[in-house]
């Protein structure tokens, strides 16, 4: 099948600043984009490291993720694994040593923003959302080895690395089919059947043999822009923190408005209900190896 054969193409890169101007520019083209040194003015690109957030924060206890979705036995898609709390100080002690001893162990979700609000002060994504109760925002801290499976979010993304280095796998909306949306209750993620564990899952594995149209590494300092629909799959090369943002823009909801409408809604009551704030370090997993 050609699309297998296809080399992937190199990611544009533009010097521009992440602002309101900029974005609404990129968002008409629907071509990912990486902005180079466009968060240098960011507080947390200064006072994010691994050291200050040990000094400043290492008390608080934190949800590690060793997860992987799986093909569940009677269809459709599982997280199996595993969910530690530790405290901070400790993870980011063994993510410095990068001696491999977190096994991939990821702090991923927005844990570390609802524990610690003012994080969010740190950045300056551009105010383009429809209303900041409808968008969600991630935080990402992660050592060589964290591994995100395929997936499309039902949102455009900015992700914005802090420290650290993430290679960044993919592939257009043009190849959803040939990627098989896979069966899964998400507010934001479809996942790829061809890349679920156990066959799946591992980064060196290409899915479904299909090569991705984009392969590149997204270094600290540099932003990439996802438009919908675009699938993802990112491994972390070097010790990392990173932040997202996922917004819909009105011309977004004019054009996917029936598909979005769940998606949208349930953020919206989830946001609304302060009780999931403080419950959501918890997660719906089953009890297993996350590689078998
Ligand atoms: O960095 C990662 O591990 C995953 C990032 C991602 O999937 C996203 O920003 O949507």
Redesign the pocket.
């Known amino acids: 099948m050609e699309t297998k054969l296809q080399a992937s193409r190199a990611i544009q890169r533009r010097a521009t600043k992440v602002d309101e101007k900029s974005i609404r520019e990129i968002e008409r083209h629907r071509e990912p984009l990486v902005f180079t040194g466009g968060i240098e003015h960011w507080p947390a690109r200064s006072k994010w490291t691994f050291s200050w957030l040990r000094d400043r924060h290492g008390h608080v206890v934190v949800p590690v993720e060793w997860l992987r979705y799986h093909r569940a036995e009677h269809g459709g898609v599982e997280r199996v694994g595993k969910v530690e709390q530790m405290p901070l100080r400790d993870y980011l002690d063994a993510l410095v040593r990068d001696d491999g001893g977190l096994d991939g162990g990821?702090l991923?979700g927005r844990d570390l923003l609802v524990l610690l609000p003012e994080l969010r002060g740190d950045t300056l994504f551009p105010e383009v959302q429809l209303s900041e109760r409808l968008t969600e925002r991630?935080f990402?801290m992660?050592p060589r080895g964290?591994?995100?499976q395929l997936?499309f979010?039902r949102a455009l993304?900015l992700?914005a690395m802090i420290a650290g280095r993430?290679r960044?796998q993919l592939y257009g909306p043009d190849k959803s089919q040939l990627l098989r949306p896979a069966r899964y209750e998400s507010t934001?993620?479809v996942m790829s059947e061809y890349d679920l564990a156990p066959d799946g899952g591992q980064p060196e594995y290409v899915p479904g043999g299909i090569q991705p149209d984009y392969d590149f590494v997204l270094e600290a300092g540099e932003v990439?822009y996802?438009p919908y629909g675009w699938w993802?799959?990112?491994?972390?090369l070097a010790p990392?923190i990173?932040t997202?943002f996922?917004w819909w823009s009105w011309p977004l909801l004019v054009e996917h408005g029936p598909g979005l409408f769940g998606t949208v809604a349930k953020n919206a009551v989830l946001t609304r209900i302060k009780r999931y704030e403080r419950n959501n370090v918890g997660r719906r997993y089953r009890n297993g190896d996350m590689r078998s």
Request: hydrophobic content about 45%; cysteine-free.
């Open positions: 990821y991923i991630l990402f992660g964290a591994f995100t997936h979010d993304n992700h993430k960044w934001w993620s990439v996802v993802h799959r990112v491994e972390t990392s990173a997202n996922w």
